[in-house]
């Protein structure tokens, strides 16, 4: 529409637009990540109207966490989420699979309601991992309204110094340096003080001093450890159940046969 190219407002950047329901009032619901500030502006006069735009802001946001794998439990997204804003309801959203084989399952994605602290976004990458030893460190995507477009290569903003304008694409093809997972870790701790919980119990484990709060980590890592384990317990079961039906229905065909072949004799 014409209006929207006035307002260089991209179509591709909206979730949905109700531009019918009032005369007086078009709503825009722009997609996640994209900042509406850069469309407001001074009054101006578009086929005869006087238009004017504003933004209404909800005070609770939509996290996403996508890529999660099953072994990284909910506690550590709370965790991570408390040093951006306070959770609303301590309630964890797990997203499903929608129109394909899948179809209801979950997909790796969960969400987190929050209120978050005044000029303070998520980053769009984070590595975490379970609590057990073998489980591995996995990349997370995290992304939320008003956040800032951080590079997939170097993983850094165009603020902080992406040559490619944190674009990952360009990044790769102009051959800029990545950084290692160690290292952003590191610039995590050093910029929020953000360190995830099982590396603060792996540090406890190796600094025998009191630590502050070590009473709870060491409790929500057992905590933590004890639902995985509880969760493999009860599929372990449900298999067991499983052969033990099929075995049943096996046995049930057989003597159906051989009735069949006695009433046939």
């Known amino acids: 529409m014409d209006i929207f190219n006035k307002l260089n ?35 101006f006069v578009h086929a ?17 966490f996508r890529n999660v794998p099953i ?11 408390s040093f951006f804003g306070k959770v609303k309801d301590d309630l964890v959203t797990y997203e499903r699979h929608k129109g394909d084989s899948l179809r209801g399952l979950e997909n790796g994605t969960r969400a987190i309601d929050m209120e978050l602290t005044e000029g303070k976004s998520f980053m769009n990458y984070i590595w975490l991992a379970g609590p057990l030893p073998v489980d591995k ?12 477009q951080q590079c997939s290569n170097c993983l850094r903003t165009a603020h902080e110094g992406c040559p ?27 910029n929020f003080k953000y360190k995830s919980l099982k590396d603060q119990y792996l540090s406890s484990l190796a600094n025998p001093d009191p630590v502050d709060g070590l009473d709870i980590i060491n409790s929500t890592v057992k905590n933590m450890t004890a639902e995985i384990e509880l969760k493999e317990k009860i599929t372990h079961q449900k298999a067991q159940l499983k052969t033990k039906e099929n075995h049943e229905n096996e046995k049930a065909k057989k003597l159906e046969l051989i009735k069949k072949s006695v009433m046939e004799e």
């Open 9 to 43: 407002i991209n179509i591709d950047d909206i979730q949905r637009c109700a531009i019918h329901s009032r005369h007086d009032i078009k709503e825009v619901h722009l997609k996640p990540c994209i900042d509406a500030s850069s469309f407001l502006g001074p009054m």
């Open 164 to 190: 490619a304008g944190a674009v990952g694409k360009l990044c790769r093809e102009m051959k800029t340096d990545t950084m290692s997972v160690e290292n952003y870790m590191r610039s995590l701790n050093e």
């Open 48 to 64: 005869g109207w006087k238009v004017m735009t504003s933004t209404v802001k909800s005070s609770v946001t939509k996290v996403r």
């Open 71 to 81: 072994y990284v439990p909910d506690e550590e997204l709370f965790h991570l989420a």
């Open 137 to 148: 460190l996995a990349r997370i995507t995290i992304a939320h309204d008003g956040q800032k």
